[in-house]
């Protein structure tokens, strides 16, 4: 397929005496994480991880499109590209990112870990963030207190979430010439963009039968 929509939901769970794993297995244990210390969901080595860190082809576009953590011990998610941090303060000095309290996962979660309350998302990532080609790009966990994992016969997990359309060959060459003309990259966009170009197209041809 040449336009997809992908998700990806990291939590801090993995086999008892591993930090991490390739995939999300029954009896997964917390896993602890220190404070102030940034970890990259899909290679960071807490959690369920890839093999590879995120990046684009040269014939590949990313949108991501929404973005969440647990909102509790002052989790956050950043958004990286490359070296560089997507949010950023307003003297462009850096930031944690989006705080989970603002944009939590699950919707509704606690505020605590054994809360009782629902937390309601008040952010949404607009305009998308747009990972061109060539570009390696991340999603960083960063919490402000120590997450415990799994210890003294308690349980503390914590989860990310991101969620991004990926564009491939020609539709990655639309998405390129829509982002020129300063047009939203969205599907609907880019299925506009093909029939304007089938429509030009089929003119073009009309016009020179004789």
């Known amino acids: 397929m040449a336009m997809r929509s992908q998700i990806y939901e990291w939590a ?3 086999l008892a005496g591993s930090n991490s794993t390739i995939r999300r297995v029954t009896g997964s244990a917390a896993v602890a994480i220190s404070p102030d210390t940034d970890t990259d969901i899909f290679i960071g080595g807490i959690g369920n ?28 998610v950043q958004v990286r590209i490359n070296t560089t941090d997507y ?8 930031q944690n990112g989006i705080a989970g309290l603002a944009s939590p996962y699950p919707r509704g979660a606690p505020s605590t870990a054994a809360g009782t309350d629902n937390v309601l998302s008040s952010f949404s990532l607009y305009p998308d963030v747009y990972v061109l080609p060539g570009q390696t790009w991340s999603v960083i966990y960063r919490c402000l207190s120590t997450v415990s994992g799994s210890s003294a016969g308690t349980t503390t997990g914590v989860a990310a979430f991101v969620k991004y359309t990926l564009y491939d060959g020609p539709d990655a060459l639309i998405a390129n010439k829509l982002l020129e003309l300063g047009v939203t990259v969205n599907p609907n966009n880019v299925d506009w963009y093909k029939r304007t170009l089938i429509e030009q197209q089929s003119a073009a041809a009309a016009g020179g039968v004789q």
């Open 87 to 94: 949010f950023q303060n307003p003297d462009v000095t850096d």
């Open 49 to 76: 991880n890839i093999t590879k860190p995120a990046e684009t082809t040269a014939t590949q576009f990313v949108v991501i499109e929404d973005i969440a953590c647990s909102p509790w011990n002052g989790s956050a």
């Open 12 to 14: 801090n769970l993995a």
